[in-house]
């Protein structure tokens, strides 16, 4: 696939603005499209970033570490792959060690490394706990997502309160009694706010 210049895409955006019905000329405008391009550069970097980059694992401090360890509420932003609209939400993540540890700020990375992609939320939940097993070689790991969709509260069938989630187990997380565990944690206590 030829990749896109910068220039390209700010006519892309023109183009659309012309769509709508709006003037991209007027001085509100103007500097539109160039903002646009800009903010999708940050909104999609997930693809600019291999999510073996993030892994910083440690031996020192997980030596006989056999038990789950588990951040919870991680805030996250995304956008759907069949509208282009957000959605957002907090994830689960977890896993047991098998030899090493791996960075607690590490783990929020790999939620953003995934979040900043055209998305589904099944895709992703999926992303998250394959890509722990893949570069951790953990006993296991463990995703659940929770979130809200724009293509299903702001257009289309307009279901304000509705959420979804979605989980990812692997290993020993497929074990009736170490799933109940990580499920029950995932419900405990308040969830961090959004916004």
């Known amino acids: 696939m030829k990749p896109v210049s910068e220039r390209e895409a700010q006519e892309a955006v023109t183009t659309l603005l012309r769509f709508i019905g709006e003037d991209p000329s007027r001085e509100g405008l103007r500097e539109t ?23 910083k694992t440690f031996r020192d401090g997980g030596e006989k570490v056999d038990e789950m360890v588990i951040q919870r509420n991680i805030p996250f932003f995304s956008n759907c792959e069949h509208h282009m609209l957000p959605f957002f939400g907090v994830a689960h993540v977890a896993y047991v060690p098998e030899d090493e540890i791996i960075g607690l700020s590490k783990l929020a990375r790999l939620v953003d490394v995934f979040a900043r992609r055209l998305q589904v939320q099944e895709r992703m939940t999926n992303q998250i706990a394959d890509a722990l097993v893949k570069y951790l070689k953990p006993k296991g790991a463990a995703c659940v997502i929770e979130a809200t969709h724009l293509c299903m509260v702001q257009r289309g069938i307009k279901k304000h309160m509705s959420d979804t989630t979605t989980s990812a187990l692997r290993g020993v997380f497929l074990e009736p009694a170490t799933r109940a565990e990580f499920l029950r944690f995932t419900q405990q206590g308040p969830r961090v706010p959004i916004f």
């Open 33 to 55: 499209p160039l903002r646009v391009v800009r903010s999708f550069q940050e909104l999609f970097g997930g693809y600019a970033t291999n999510p073996e980059s993030v892994f």
